[in-house]
């Protein structure tokens, strides 16, 4: 696995991004990006499971491993939902579980700096080389809206 790293500035502070980042009815939006339906099921808290979801309930598993509000998010995914089961034991899941994504927000110059930083497979790195990009755009907009 290699790290890949996504940044954007927004004209908003860090608690308004942080919202939209994890606000149920903004992350719906902004996640539509990767796949239409996108949701998360979780309780916010560190140590937490975490369960990212699309329309048919297929997803991934992770757990937040650590938590500073309206600064730093990281999760490590575990494993994926398929059929509405978890797997977090299959060859396929333990070529990459234990991979972290991490969202970090820095105050620069009265703005927000988003900096996602994750462990990429190299069979994912394409897809999310372009769909990262359009996320950040998206979580942007929604952030700087009045």
Excluded: C
């Excluded at 919202?19 to 990006?33: F, H, I, N, P």
């Amino acid at each position: 696995m290699e790290k890949s790293t996504f940044k954007i500035t927004i004209d908003a502070p860090r608690e308004k991004v942080w919202e939209v980042l994890w606000g149920d009815a903004s992350y719906r939006q902004w996640t539509a990006v990767f796949a239409e339906g996108s949701r998360v099921e979780t309780t916010w808290e560190k140590g937490s499971k975490v369960l990212f979801l699309g329309d048919s309930n297929e997803g991934m598993v992770a757990r937040i491993a650590d938590k500073v509000p309206n600064e730093y998010m990281s999760f490590q995914h575990l494993g994926e939902i398929n059929n509405g089961v978890e797997d977090v034991t299959s060859d396929k899941v333990k070529a990459w579980a234990g991979a972290f994504e991490n969202y970090t927000l820095t105050n620069v110059n009265g703005k927000t700096e988003l900096l996602v930083d994750m462990d990429l497979a190299d069979e994912f790195k394409d897809y999310f080389t372009k769909t990262w990009p359009q996320a950040l755009e998206k979580v942007k907009e929604l952030s700087e809206k009045q």
